[in-house]
């Protein structure tokens, strides 16, 4: 049975929430609450202006028909991992593997939410909630609030393979909110993956506790479903000498919106995320916008953001990035790049980068370019035998290098390159 949760704020009185203890009943209660005041995103919103938010707040979702692959297998098929399957938004146990592993603790969250006491009660909603300053992020407020499922994940010792959540699409008019807990203890290691369209509207939460000297990997693919509608927010808090790197790839789909939120609060920790969008407006609307917060509230920190979107046919890209460093955030490093390649002249690409400063030994910087394939450099390739089409790939793939670089594990980023090329080969003009 597909969970169907109504988008509007009548919806999040208590008879409406999903059942639980008492840590996830007030943790439901108070996100609630705060949606109640946050009110809706509108277009007046100055992190909506470009992305129309209607369609992710109707109290009811758009029909989105289940795409077709004709048999092609899914990404992450031949990597050794554990998988966890939920089919529009309902767990799928003869599909998923035992939920156990050496070093790792897995939950369901409606298992772990019916528990008076669980380790993820200093967690869920608690990332959210430091996430909506000083910018209100009203939909995870919602998914809080909402989400009937989800996993819980906690790292305790050497995980000898990565976590594979994998979200299936089945129904037309599935509306899909689900809400991830992840803990990596320190000194411990975890590379979580994520793919699948999941829903015709899918609202996804994943909030990531990344302790002293631990180490978080993620790389997420959106799948080619062409009608789906997305909004998932990323929340990470850092401590002391850890490390967090997300990838996520994202192919086709009517909206999507990814929102990262990370904050350092231990010294000399990195934080990477990167992604790869390519959209095609013949297949119909195309619109991506990638939106990240990175707080620096420690000393000698690591950030990077490196976004790379590939548009046509009157597909559109949002690019919205700010790094705000703290005082006292001495020697902070922060890089910022968001670039667009515009296979024609009908699509479009919107950028906001920002930095906002308050100590003085700092490197921070950002670039953000639109531009069309480099002429020279197709000459070129197409003076030494280079069929036209083969060439622009090969001039794709080498704008988008830049950000599968990002990903840690060469077998996964090998994978990630060769969906971006099959992509390609599918949408030659």
């Given at each position: ?202 609202s996804k939460v994943t909030e990531v506790d ?189 704008f988008l290098a830049d950000a599968i670089e ?24």
């Open positions: 049975m597909t969970a169907q949760p109504q988008h509007a704020d009548a919806q999040i009185s208590a008879d409406n929430r999903p059942g639980s203890g008492a840590w996830a009943s007030d943790a439901r209660s108070d996100a609630a609450g705060r949606l109640a005041q946050m009110g809706l995103p509108t277009r007046r919103d100055e992190y909506w202006k470009w992305t129309r938010p209607d369609s992710l707040t109707s109290a009811t979702p758009e029909t989105a028909e289940v795409f077709d692959y004709e048999g092609e297998p899914p990404v992450f098929h031949d990597i050794d991992r554990l998988k966890i399957v939920f089919v529009d938004g309902v767990f799928d146990a003869d599909a998923s593997d035992e939920l156990d592993g050496e070093g790792i603790e897995i939950e369901r969250l409606s298992e772990a939410a019916g528990k008076d006491i669980h380790w993820a009660r200093d967690l869920y909603g608690v990332l959210e909630t430091r996430g909506q300053t000083p910018v209100a992020r009203p939909l995870a407020a919602f998914n809080t609030a909402m989400a009937t499922d989800g996993v819980v994940i906690r790292v305790t010792g050497k995980v000898d393979r990565p976590v594979n959540l994998i979200y299936r699409h089945e129904d037309a008019q599935s509306d899909v909110v689900l809400h991830n807990v992840v803990r990596v203890e320190e000194g411990t290691k975890l590379t979580m993956l994520e793919n699948g369209a999941a829903a015709a509207r899918f990344v302790a002293d000297g631990a180490e978080f990997h993620h790389v997420r693919a959106q799948g080619r479903d062409h009608e789906r509608q997305a909004v998932t927010h990323l929340f990470a808090r850092l401590g002391a000498g850890s490390a967090f790197k997300s990838f996520t790839m994202t192919v086709n789909g009517k909206l999507t919106r990814n929102e990262c939120v990370i904050e350092f609060l231990g010294d000399e920790a990195v934080a990477h995320v990167a992604g790869a969008a390519l959209g095609d407006g013949a297949d119909g609307d195309f619109l991506h916008d990638d939106t990240v917060f990175i707080t620096h509230d420690a000393v000698a920190c690591e950030s990077r953001q490196v976004f790379k979107k590939v548009l046509k046919n009157g597909a559109k890209g949002v690019f919205q990035g700010k790094i705000l460093v703290k005082q006292g955030a001495q020697k902070t490093d922060g890089y910022q790049k968001s670039q667009s390649l515009l296979l024609d002249d009908d699509a479009s690409f919107q950028a906001k980068p920002e930095l906002e400063i308050y100590a003085d030994d700092v490197i921070c910087s950002h670039g953000s370019t639109t531009g069309a394939i480099d002429e020279e450099a197709l000459f070129y390739l197409r003076s030494r035998g280079v069929p036209a089409h083969i060439a622009t790939d090969l001039l794709v793939l080498a990002e990903i840690e594990d060469e077998t996964i980023a090998a994978e990630i390159n060769d969906r971006l090329d099959a992509w390609l080969a599918r949408h030659r003009t």
